[in-house]
């Protein structure tokens, strides 16, 4: 077999591990915002859709092209894709695209998909860092009609078809499925690789191909807002009240003598 | 143009018995169907439905749709993709509820974008609008820091439940229900399972314990897992959980993971060791009754969470935690 080619779909996302409380919601737009100093990432399982991607590359050869759906992406964010090693970085980008949920985002990278010059394997991260919906690789895979396997922690090129260690609720099983398919990958797979200087360097001499609606034959009414199946009535962030008790002691192994003795108290062991 | 009606739980089954989760959705369905003024039914498509068929008539199924499935075809999603589009085809329901589940967090975004129906996963909450008469889907998005209510546009409206979101209601076996066959479903999809492993896990099991004892990345290895997690955890009778690094890191079994994407468990205590409280974790534990944080940083997210907290090392603090409670409980 020729050698793999393989799509990874990666998203901008605000950074999901800064502190909750720095999350705020604006009510008016129905938009999450950060403070403007916490960078955005790309999502978690993105990453780890990509490690996946470059661990096969490393053993069997293939392409890497990352595509990414959004507006007004930060270069240096998404560009990290590139950094680490990717081949090549399509971005769908334009107004239009903004607000799109997981069904209008599926459909556009459907399109894109199909665009590309082939492709063997599509990876998708098992949910993304913001709204966690999980839908798009699922989506992807019925939209082109290809077979899915989900939550995969390891992922080979054997003879021609993949192998993969999918997570199961209690445990793992081996699965081997043809191409082209679907992955969607999950965190125990690994952390994406550190991007190297030689990486970086070439990373800055790539542009990424753009690529809006109309050059994926979209019309306005099937991405973005009007392309949704689902319509954002309300977002908000419910209160929360503090209310922990700290309990002391001389030093910290008093301290948890003192936790027994104020949870026995408490009448809660 | 169809008219879609009544609500569609997809059920599984666990052990000859409808799953917890489905029972849920049972719960839910029938609320949301009674103030309608329609119908549910259930779809029990399993190798070994044992008494799940008549279960699910007497948690409020008005019809349960079934179908005798081999073990290998029991657990292909895409089976079941083919099985619950059937259903759908038949019952023509307005809503369809799918735990979100192993099973489901494949099942309910394939059987949308097959159908071109809309999907909301992980919903906690589903209310009907007074107004248009259709339900509102609510659900955590940004790891649990804001809640978002969905409508559908398009129909039938899916949407996969949390595990535990929703109350079970009391069976009542005298309800009638109507039993209609679906056609079998070949897996057709160049998929292969080559082997499955299962991971021993031993003790106490997470989804069923009273209390659960979690460690955190602070745990800085394996070890702590196997001596002074384990034995608060024996003194407790708990079950050991943790945090998704040490899942990650295979200091711990992937089972033992808690969280946004590990398991859910509401049990009436829950003692975070070494774990910062992220919101994706907090989502896997909230629900507990109470919650007891041991951390060494004052700061750390988990004490605006926690009931009770203590600020050290674990080190320091569980051995003489571990031997305290021992007294207490021997008295
Ligand atoms: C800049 C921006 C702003 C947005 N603002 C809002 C908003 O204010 N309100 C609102 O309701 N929605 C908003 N969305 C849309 C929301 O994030 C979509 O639901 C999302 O793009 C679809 O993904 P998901 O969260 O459903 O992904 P999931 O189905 O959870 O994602 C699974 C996997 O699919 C892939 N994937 C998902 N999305 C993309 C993408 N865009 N590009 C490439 N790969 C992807 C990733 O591999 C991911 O791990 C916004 C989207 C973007 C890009
Ligand atoms: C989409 C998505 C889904 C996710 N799903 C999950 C999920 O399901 N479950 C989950 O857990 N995470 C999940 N995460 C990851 C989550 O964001 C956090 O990264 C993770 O929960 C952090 O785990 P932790 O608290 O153990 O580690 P850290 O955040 O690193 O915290 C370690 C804590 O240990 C404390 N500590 C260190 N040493 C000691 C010591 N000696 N004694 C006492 N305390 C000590 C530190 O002060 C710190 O607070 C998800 C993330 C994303 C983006």
Known sequence: MSDLRMVVCCKQVLDPEAPPSSFKVDAKTMRMTL??????????????????????????????TVLSLGNNMARDVIKKSLAVGADELVLLEDAAFEDSDSWSTAYALSKAVQKLDGYDVIFCGRQSSDW???????????????????????????????????????????????????????????????????????????QPIVWTPADLGLDTTEVGEPGRRLQLNRLFQPVKEAHCEMVEGENAAEAGANLAIRLREAKLI | MKEYKGVLVYGEVAGGKLSSTTCELLGCGRKLADELGQNVACVVASDAPGDSVAEAG???????YTAELTKDAAGSAAVHVALAAQA????????????????????????????GAAVATDCIDLQIDPDSKTV??????????????????????????????????????????????????????????????????????????????????????????????????????????????????????????????????????YVAVAISGASQHMAGCSGSKTIVA?????????????????????????????QKLRELLTD
């Open chain 1, 35 to 64: 403070p403007p100093d916490i960078k955005q990432v790309i999502g978690q399982y993105d990453e780890f859709a990509l490690e996946a991607a470059l661990r096969i590359r490393d053993k069997a050869g293939g392409k890497i």
């Open chain 1, 132 to 206: 966690d919906a999980g839908q798009v690789g699922a989506g992807l895979a019925e939209l082109l009609g290809l077979p899915v396997v989900t939550l995969a922690r390891k992922v080979e090129a054997v003879d021609g078809k993949l192998r993969i260690e999918q997570v199961i609720p209690d445990g793992y099983q081996v699965i081997e499925v043809d191409t082209p398919a679907v992955v969607t990958v999950t965190s125990e797979l690994g952390n994406l690789r550190y991007a190297i200087l030689k990486g970086i360097m070439a990373a800055a001499r790539k």
């Open chain 2, 58 to 64: 007497a948690r409020g199924a008005d019809a349960v």
């Open chain 2, 88 to 115: 759908i085809a038949a019952a023509a329901p307005a809503v369809v509820l799918i735990g979100h589940t192993a099973l489901g967090r494949e099942l309910g975004p394939r059987l949308a974008f097959r159908l």
């Open chain 2, 136 to 269: 509102v889907m609510t659900k955590p998005v940004y790891g649990g820091n804001a809640l978002a209510e969905f409508a559908a546009r398009a129909a039938p409206q899916i949407a996969t439940v949390r595990p535990k979101a929703m109350s079970a209601g009391e069976p009542n076996p005298s309800h009638p229900a109507e039993t209609i066959q679906l056609a079998a479903e070949p897996a057709t999809e160049p998929v292969k399972v080559l082997e499955r492993v299962q991971e021993e896990v031993t003790g106490v099991k997470l989804e069923d314990a009273s209390v659960v004892v979690s460690g955190g990345r602070g745990a800085g290895g394996a070890e702590p897992f196997g001596t002074v997690l384990k034995e608060l955890a024996d003194v407790l009778h708990a079950a050991v959980g943790a945090s998704r690094p040490p899942c990650d890191n295979g200091w711990a079994p992937e089972a033992l993971h808690i969280g946004l994407t590990g398991k859910i468990v509401a049990p009436d205590l």
């Open chain 2, 294 to 322: 041991i951390n060494k940083d004052a700061e750390a997210n988990i004490f605006l969470e926690a009931n009770y907290g203590v600020v050290g090392k674990f080190e320091d603090v569980l051995p003489a935690f571990t």
